[in-house]
């Protein structure tokens, strides 16, 4: 039992943690560029890379760049789950053999 509830928090934490870097990435990045436009050498740089960014969004998001985002982070999530499940059997099997 003890190994059943070990596997399901590995996974549980895996899967937030997999939902939520998406969106730690894409916000760290969007406030980097919009606070980089006031440094005068980087404005011109700048500009146009967070609206990019939104469009690139919004057709993930059927329109929204919120929807969007959050269908990125599902997907990752989804990823990173799988990612530990086999993670896991990987090493039943590994440990079985031994």
Avoid: K
Wanted: net charge negative; hydrophobic share 50%.
């Amino acid at each position: 039992m003890s190994i059943f509830t070990n596997f399901l928090r590995s996974l549980l934490l895996t899967t937030i943690f997999s939902f939520i870097a998406p969106i730690f990435f894409v916000g760290s990045t969007l406030v980097f560029l919009c606070l980089s436009v006031y440094v005068p050498v980087l404005q011109g740089l700048t500009e146009d890379i967070p609206t990019q960014i939104f469009h690139f969004l919004a057709t993930f998001g059927t329109g929204s760049p919120m929807n969007g985002l959050f269908v990125i982070s599902l997907t990752s999530g989804f990823v990173g789950g799988l990612f530990d499940i086999y993670a896991y059997y990987r090493y039943q099997i590994l440990r079985i053999d031994s």
